[in-house]
């Protein structure tokens, strides 16, 4: 209900609000009105009030850190809006402020406020503290051994028992908020904001050896609302512990037998991640088949949405893909290295060659997305121009009776020089075929 609530009153709806109480507020201090319409807008004004005591709560109660929330400065004003008001009304209140200038400073500062409030509103992206950066469900713990099958569920205390005294499991933790980082952080001896970057979005593969974990990020392929989902692996040779900010399945019985266990299951999440890829490229050579099939002279409504929302996916995926092949490069010739793992392996070599082969795919078809957006763009500006085109000659013949209709005036009966209108009439049509005839021989109104 609650954030049924918040997404009705969201920031455009509200800055719409604070405009029209700022409207009414000025209203009755330039115009003279009669006494019920200056009861009504009264009464407009103290429902937007109440509207915005309303929103301010429902996005309290939905707000992560409170306090937070509470010291944005434009939630102050907020309050501001709400408590200013209901303070002349309290029965406790001091006698000047419900006299009449003082009630007339009141609103000015109500009107300023509303002001301020309507000219933020309207901003895109503005900052209100309601931001979350909170999963979309509880952390969830799941560990698998050398003997399992399947994950087994566990709990956010035993994995922190685990970190501490690690036995040969693949322990994963998803759906991690800035709380549970920043307490786990200390145990795997590594810090907090390394962890938060590894894992946002902005992140990209890359491998780092420590003194206790050798920590690889990687990022899975997502769907249409998320693009990528990092995930932070901390490699030991017998263990392993990996993090992601979202739910991904992952876990499962790896292969690679002749690996020892962590380094096997950290393999296994980087084939994951490559299989991920290729079918992300399946799906995007699919979508780019059913672009290409439009009629370029008719692109629907979407067309454009698709291209863009492909061509980030796609950027995102090339940028990853080509840092995770250079990266599975160097563990192969051994320039780079990973616990359990010798300098000549050969799945090392295979992941490094899949991962090369998906770059190469995602890169064709890249450059294969902006030649189809670039056909759809100069078919779109050449319709453009050949509007322009119809319209200067338009423009063009329709001048040559305004001119001569504002040089000789409305009346033709009368003038000094001896002309009829039927003999302006010829002329004018005569001048406007000849511009006609120039616009056709240089080819403006062919089709």
């Given at each position: 209900?609650?954030r049924?609530?918040a997404?009705?009153l969201?920031?455009?709806?509200?800055?719409f609000l604070?405009?029209?109480?700022?409207s009414g507020?000025?209203a009755?201090?330039?115009f003279?009105m009669?006494a019920?319409?200056?009861q009504s807008?009264a009464?407009?004004?103290?429902?937007i009030i109440g509207l915005?005591?309303?929103?301010y709560l429902?996005?309290?109660?939905?707000a992560d850190?409170?306090?937070?929330?509470?010291r944005n400065?434009?939630?102050?004003v907020?309050a501001?809006?709400?408590?200013?008001p209901?303070?002349?009304?309290l029965?406790?209140?001091?006698?000047f402020?419900?006299?009449?200038?003082a009630?007339?400073?009141?609103?000015?500062a109500?009107?300023l406020?509303?002001?301020a409030?309507?000219r933020?509103g309207?901003?895109?992206?503005?900052?209100?503290?309601?931001?979350?950066?909170r999963?979309?469900?509880?952390?969830?713990?799941?560990?698998?051994?050398?003997n399992?099958?399947?994950p087994?569920?566990?709990?956010?205390?035993a994995?922190l028992d685990?970190v501490?005294?690690p036995d040969?499991?693949?322990?994963?933790?998803?759906?991690?908020?800035?709380?549970?980082i920043k307490e786990?952080?200390?145990?795997?001896?590594l810090?907090?904001?390394m962890?938060?970057?590894?894992?946002?979005?902005?992140?990209?593969?890359?491998?780092?050896a420590?003194?206790?974990w050798c920590?690889?990020a990687?990022?899975?392929?997502?769907?249409k609302?998320?693009?990528r989902?990092p995930v932070l692996?901390?490699?030991?040779?017998r263990?392993?512990?990996?993090?992601?900010?979202?739910d991904?399945?992952?876990?499962?019985?790896?292969?690679y037998?002749?690996v020892?266990?962590?380094?096997r299951c950290?393999?296994?999440v980087?084939r994951?991640?490559?299989?991920?890829?290729e079918q992300?490229?399946?799906?995007?050579?699919?979508?780019?088949r059913?672009l290409e099939h439009?009629?370029?002279?008719?692109s629907?409504e979407?067309?454009?949405?698709?291209?863009?929302r492909?061509?980030?996916q796609l950027?995102?995926?090339k940028g990853?893909?080509w840092?995770?092949?250079n990266l599975l490069?160097m563990?192969?010739?051994g320039?780079r290295?990973?616990?359990?793992?010798?300098g000549d392996?050969?799945?090392?070599?295979q992941?490094?060659?899949?991962?090369?082969y998906?770059h190469?795919?995602?890169?064709?078809?890249?450059?294969?997305?902006?030649?189809l957006?670039d056909?759809?763009?100069?078919?779109?500006s050449?319709?453009?121009?050949r509007?322009?085109r119809?319209?200067a000659v338009?423009s063009?013949?329709?001048?040559?009776?305004?001119i001569v209709?504002g040089?000789?005036?409305m009346?033709v009966?009368?003038?000094?020089?001896p002309?009829?209108?039927?003999q302006i009439?010829?002329?004018?049509f005569?001048?406007?075929l000849c511009?006609?005839?120039?616009?056709?021989?240089k080819g403006?109104?062919?089709?």
């Amino acid at each position: 209900m609650l954030r049924v609530l918040a997404r009705c009153l969201n920031e455009p709806v509200m800055g719409f609000l604070a405009l029209a109480a700022l409207s009414g507020g000025i209203a009755p201090m330039l115009f003279a009105m009669p006494a019920w319409l200056e009861q009504s807008i009264a009464l407009g004004e103290w429902a937007i009030i109440g509207l915005f005591a309303l929103e301010y709560l429902v996005h309290l109660a939905l707000a992560d850190d409170k306090g937070a929330y509470m010291r944005n400065p434009w939630r102050i004003v907020d309050a501001l809006i709400v408590i200013a008001p209901l303070v002349s009304l309290l029965p406790w209140a001091p006698n000047f402020l419900r006299s009449s200038p003082a009630l007339r400073v009141l609103r000015l500062a109500r009107v300023l406020l509303f002001g301020a409030r309507a000219r933020h509103g309207l901003v895109a992206g503005a900052d209100m503290g309601i931001g979350q950066k909170r999963p979309a469900g509880p952390v969830r713990v799941a560990s698998l051994s050398v003997n399992d099958t399947e994950p087994q569920r566990a709990d956010w205390r035993a994995l922190l028992d685990w970190v501490r005294k690690p036995d040969e499991r693949w322990m994963h933790a998803a759906n991690l908020d800035e709380a549970r980082i920043k307490e786990i952080a200390p145990d795997v001896e590594l810090p907090d904001v390394m962890i938060d970057a590894a894992l946002r979005e902005s992140s990209y593969p890359r491998l780092e050896a420590r003194a206790r974990w050798c920590a690889f990020a990687v990022s899975l392929p997502g769907g249409k609302k998320m693009p990528r989902t990092p995930v932070l692996l901390l490699v030991c040779e017998r263990h392993l512990l990996s993090f992601s900010l979202h739910d991904v399945d992952i876990q499962s019985r790896p292969a690679y037998a002749d690996v020892p266990w962590g380094t096997r299951c950290a393999l296994h999440v980087v084939r994951a991640v490559l299989d991920r890829n290729e079918q992300h490229a399946a799906e995007v050579e699919r979508e780019l088949r059913e672009l290409e099939h439009l009629d370029p002279n008719h692109s629907p409504e979407d067309f454009f949405e698709d291209v863009f929302r492909l061509k980030r996916q796609l950027t995102l995926a090339k940028g990853d893909l080509w840092r995770l092949k250079n990266l599975l490069a160097m563990l192969a010739e051994g320039r780079r290295e990973m616990p359990g793992l010798g300098g000549d392996n050969a799945c090392l070599k295979q992941l490094s060659e899949q991962a090369d082969y998906l770059h190469e795919t995602v890169e064709k078809a890249h450059e294969q997305l902006l030649t189809l957006l670039d056909l759809h763009l100069n078919i779109a500006s050449y319709d453009v121009n050949r509007f322009m085109r119809l319209l200067a000659v338009v423009s063009s013949l329709a001048i040559i009776p305004t001119i001569v209709g504002g040089l000789l005036g409305m009346n033709v009966a009368g003038n000094p020089w001896p002309v009829t209108l039927s003999q302006i009439a010829f002329g004018t049509f005569i001048l406007m075929l000849c511009v006609l005839y120039a616009f056709l021989a240089k080819g403006w109104l062919r089709s």
